[in-house]
């Protein structure tokens, strides 16, 4: 029997912890959610222009999107819960077509329009999730569609956790699938594709453990399969392979830390495709709780990727390779991203404001550079919201 | 659908118990529920009836092939051995043989050396508790008076909330465990009751979830030669405390918020205040 008294650890907590374990806090369902929420989203994602120096022909605007989501969470019953997800996109500004080697022997962008005639778009996209809890697990499934005049998806998956070891340890394990159809606008006119399909499959597995009552560590797993018409329609003699193999592998370490009333959240992603991108991804927040309803989370991402086996800055005549691409998402890069958000809680109500700044960059990538696609992005992201619970 | 307020009141574990819960309408057996569950606690809890748990536990005092306890229970010892080790021995669950001294109604102060004998069966650390495994030495006795109450009014509470109750509260004789705010959203007014004057309030607690418990001098005590006695004894001295005149603490659950207090009225009033602060416990402390 351990009789030191654990320092560490406040009495609270350590008390708290030991009340948990009892039975009378045990009962089935107790993680079935209990109230109806209602979240609201309200985003702008504005990318900065692109230098004028850095675009051969058509527009130096970037895209700018206005995204609205609302969530509702609701019980059903006292094992069920059901969570319907809209969200709709206003896409306007314009997005490099392709590049052409400039006078200086650096890509240069070919933009889609001329300024003031760029794309607008809408996309529109609704799920739902039910959710069953049972005795320690609980399984779910999701159907949901994503519209664009251009672009439909339709993916569902189920998903299924179960916790055990005094529910400090919890396994996770997902299938989904999304069935994608493409149908290019103005394909005749610029010899697009004019209807091709795109099919996803995915399974992910994942580990959570408790390591203390303040210390979480998760890990996770996934692979996915891309399969059918992968290349972009609207991109200059833009062709990728018909199947792209991806994996991927997740830590999430959070700590809370008593003393100074924050928790800090470590994140690292590593990735890699059969296309030969390989990205690593660190990321670092902490939520800093200032009284009883206030937290304040400022974060940092670091981002870095290889490019594509058939990734080329731009097209040249002696290219031996069957596909090609200068898709500036498939180029090396590296990114930093920096954000501040704020959250203010009363009992039933809470609202958020947040902002991000996101710049990416050859000279970012953590392998050297030797040609920086010109399209690489930068941009700005302002969130305010608000949830409701009742 | 509006909800109104409904309330129960019933007597357990020797005190009165009041539920106050938002329903549509007055279900009996939403009530009935959460007074099952604090009577199937006080039956297997209680000192004085010869099947309960605890006095099966005593009747094997001083046998060396102990008892094997059920998955509740362990949980209560390894609860209570978490309380000893955080209050340095003074949350001590084996302490209940004093009450063989100790006669408030009496008005006499027991004898020192029948309280040194008593005091050679107290102890947590002298009990050897292996879950579920537990042998106690001759002439020791446990008693969940310090804790079931408490954890009766959390589990009430739990089962309410289960049976779909969202707003309401289960007062167990000032054990205060709550489900939900009012449905409008306001928190419960927990008044915490004046030492001095006990039937008033001298705080209000603003409440929207969690457990409160209280504890204070003026609970059961006795007065011999000017002097205040009160039935909270230190284990470790076998006398009543002195220097805390009420506790009150508000904790995720009542039980953690009883321990709480039951400890700084032990630790006295300087040492009780910086334990609560240094504990990370939502407190109020009165000194006498």
Redesign the interface.
Known sequence: MKKSKQNNQTALAALTASAMALPAFQTQAATAPTENVVSYRSSNYSEDNVPASSVATGSTDRYDIDIQQLSLLAPVGKNFSLKFDALTEKLSGASPLGTQQGPDGKPQLVMSGASGTGIKEDRDDYSAHGTYYGDGYSTGLTYGQSTENDYKATYYGVDWEVEFNNKNTAFQIAVSQSDDKLSPTDAVLYGRVQSAEKETQSISIGLSQVISKTKIIQFGLSATEDSGYLSDPYKTSDLRPSTRNRVTATTRYRSFSNSSNAAMHLDYRYYSDDWEVTSHTLGFAWHQNMGSSFVLIPSLRYYTQTEASFYEPYQTAGNTNPYYSSDYRLSPYGAISAGLKFVHSFQHFSYTASIERYESSGDYSFDKVAVEHPGLVNFTRITIGFDVKF | MSLKLFTHMFKVMGGPAELQLYLQNNDAAVFQLAENEARRLENKYSRYLNNSVTSNINACAGKSEGIDLD??TA??L??A???W????GLFDITSGVLRKAWDFKSNQLPKQKQLNELLKNIGW?KL???APHLTLPANMELDFGGIVKE?AA??MT??L??A?V?HGLVDLAGDIGIIG?HPD?T?WKIGIRNPEKTQTAIATLDA?NGGIASSGNYERFMIVNGSRYCHILNPKTGWPVNGVAAASVH???C??AG??TT?AMLLGAAKGRS?LE????NHLLLEE
């Open positions: 998955k509740e949980a209560l390894n609860y051995d978490i309380a080790q955080q209050s340095d650390d050897n508790w292996n954890y959390d589990a739990a089962i909330r289960n779909g969202q705010p959203g928190p929207y904790a995720s659950t039980m953690v321990t709480a400890t334990w240094e504990g990370g416990f």
